[in-house]
């Protein structure tokens, strides 16, 4: 059973960063989509990074390209979220999910069976 678990959240003014991390253990196989995700209030959870764990193929969603990355360290089995120049409108509880590659399409939501408790991101104007 794979279990994430995220942190890193915070408050942060328009046009600084924050990193988020999520600490994955209970692999079974080399190979996962692992993503970030978001979801602000009323509203649907949307895809927001993803990467394929092993070619470190990545997913951005057209909002974050350029301003966020991310990357997974195998070695520590932790997938993170580089956030720079925040807008207020990135304000969203983010999760961290995994599943196997042939299971779900890189940034949608849906499918994903390994989600973590989620991470507070606050962005003020």
């Known amino acids: 059973q794979v279990q994430l678990v995220e942190s890193g959240g915070g408050s942060v003014q328009a046009g600084g960063s924050l990193r988020l991390s999520c600490a994955a253990s209970?692999?079974?196989?080399?190979?996962?989509?692992m993503g970030w995700f978001r979801q602000a209030p009323g509203k649907e959870r949307e895809g927001v990074a993803t990467?394929?764990?092993?070619?470190?193929?990545?997913y951005y969603a057209d909002s974050v390209k350029g301003r966020f990355t991310i990357s997974h360290d195998n070695a520590k089995n932790t997938l993170y979220l580089q956030m720079s120049s925040l807008k207020p409108e990135d304000t969203a509880m983010y999760y961290c999910?995994?599943?196997?590659?042939?299971?779900?399409?890189?940034?949608?939501?849906?499918?994903?069976?390994?989600w973590g408790q989620g991470t507070q991101v606050t962005v003020s104007s």
């Open positions: 990467i394929y764990t092993d070619a470190g193929r990545t």
């Open positions: 209970g692999y079974t196989y080399p190979t996962y989509c």
């Open positions: 999910a995994a599943d196997f590659p042939e299971r779900v399409a890189p940034l949608n939501p849906v499918g994903y069976n390994y």
